[in-house]
């Protein structure tokens, strides 16, 4: 007979029946609170970030074919795009079919963006009911499990990962994490006992996962809870995390042994090592400049006290905090070396509490960020350490934790309270997924939450530099069609875009000058806006800045040449030109570099221009 320690104290809804209708109007009312707070993202666009690269510019999606749909599958493909997550990229091709739009919209797209806004509403639904089941199984009442899985659905947090298109890859593997986590559950409590399945628990499975795969779940939860997980990891590699989540449950709440609990997950976390080789190899870090093994933890500590911050005061949230490693190293305002104090204090709280539910929470929350805490070297700390999106998973223990302290205080006394948080939570979400209304209103948030981070200032340009090559063509277009009017003011506006481009690249280049991108965009905008001379001060600025940098952040010096020299050809220098595109072609024979110093040759001659000298 199962030996279980935490079993708190139960406050019946009544007779079966009467319970069953109660959790159908807390999945409801979790329907109604999604849509109420979240809704308004199908009226978004795609936005610039990522939108673009993995789904309304995605190849594989431009249009979806059955040869597109295998390429997903491939590791080695090189349109995966340094991700390999061939689940959510199926569901995004599925999608694809049935979004198709006759022309294309604002940013070019030929799908509608309101399908996948619409996936993604419908995929957090079903987590946030997924975490109810959960809850219940933790023998938590229905009422209290409710307001803990609201709280998972509603918290500004979780922004992010639903209003962002790209987000359903956290989303769908948080889903599918979760069920395999319920699943396990269902399985380890139902062992060695004939189990009769409520009508409730068939219809919420039929929902999520079909009628094909019901009756594999429901008859061998241990197998469908294995199979979850699985494809929660082809959703994800983040998805890793799990067995220890289970392992958690098991051991600190219900009182299992650990050495049985950790074999019955051996399977998993065989999937999860070869999930994490398979991730190794195709996300590559080099760009990433090395951190150190011990200023590591700091890190970690230091995301995780960002993490707990942002969870109680949930605002000023971006879509890139620019926390890099680099950035809290090198900062002496920085609270890197105490910030840890958080959540160790925290972690002792909890310990001496001996509340099992709330220790459970804790390690669950702290499980879930452990692949991104900075601990190990990930793609994204290119941009920041810490994302909303992350947290998604680790949500779960916020809603066994909320949903312990309403069941402790009673529903009756505490309900109220909680109402009122959920709605003060419910306004800022609603809010925040208005920042994602399209990539204007994106950015411009991000530089006004982080106006010292040099990254917003970049990729901000580099939006305004897109705007200025669309904007050229409609005047190209207009010019065709003989509407000198327009033409005019499209041009205008090209120009314009640019000049606003320039001023964010000088900005970057203030908060962060060893940034060499910075250079090429800044450069290439000058030249293009016929500010030639501040386009080779910079291109010489560049070159200067060369043996500062780490070996694989510098550029071809022959590139750098040849680029400068047809800076200075543009601007009729002719000496300089072909002095820099004799250097160029010293470093590095290029049939295209000699072409331009036989141009510059001619010029110089015709102009009775004397050369000047190589340098050595």
Known sequence: MMHVVWAPKQRSAGPPLRQDRVLLVIRLLLLVLVLAVFGRILGNEFVDWDDGGLIYANPNLNPPTWSSLVRHWDPRDKTNISLYDPLVFTVWWGLACVSRLNYPDVVGATLNPMVYHGANLLVHWLSACV??????????SPWPAGIGAMLFAIHPLQTEAVAWATGMKDLLSGLLALAAI????????????????????????NVLFGAILTP???TWNSLGASVLYALALLSKPSAV??????????????GRSWKQSLLRVVPWLALAVGATVVAAMIQSTQMLKPVSLWHRPLIAADALTFYLYKLMVPIRLSCDYGRTPAAVLVDPLHPLYWSWLVPVALALVLWRSRNKILIAAGLIFLMGLLPVLGLVTFVFQFFSTVADRYVYLSMLGV?????????????????????????????LS??????????????????????????????????????????LRRSQQAAAQQDARQAAAEAQLSRQYLLDAIDFYRQANRLAPMIPEVYDLLSRDLILTGQLDQAIATLQEWIDLQPKLPENRRTQPAVL????????????????????LELSLQLKNDPNVEQWLQQAREKMRASSQPATAPSP
């Open 430 to 471: 609603f809010a925040q997924a208005g920042m994602w209304k399209d990539t204007e209103t994106l950015y411009q948030r991000a530089v006004a939450t982080n106006p010292n981070n040099p990254n917003h200032l970049i990729v901000f340009g580099e939006y305004r530099g897109r705007q200025s090559d669309i904007a």
């Open 241 to 254: 995390v799990v067995p220890g989540m289970v392992w958690v449950l098991d051991v600190v709440i219900f």
């Open 182 to 205: 319920w699943r396990y559950l269902v399985a380890m409590q139902s062992q060695g006992r004939q189990r009769r399945w409520k009508w409730a628990e068939v219809t919420v499975l």
């Open 399 to 427: 809603a066994m934790a909320a949903a312990w302290a309403v069941q402790r205080g009673g529903a009756g006394r505490v309900g109220p309270v909680a109402a009122g948080v959920l709605m003060v939570l419910g306004a």
């Open 561 to 580: 040449r040849y680029t400068l020299g047809m800076a200075y050809f543009k601007a009729h220098r002719w000496a300089e030109a072909v002095r820099q």
């Open 131 to 140: 975490v109810l089941e959960i809850l219940l199984q933790l023998r938590l």
């Open 216 to 218: 594999l779940l429901l």
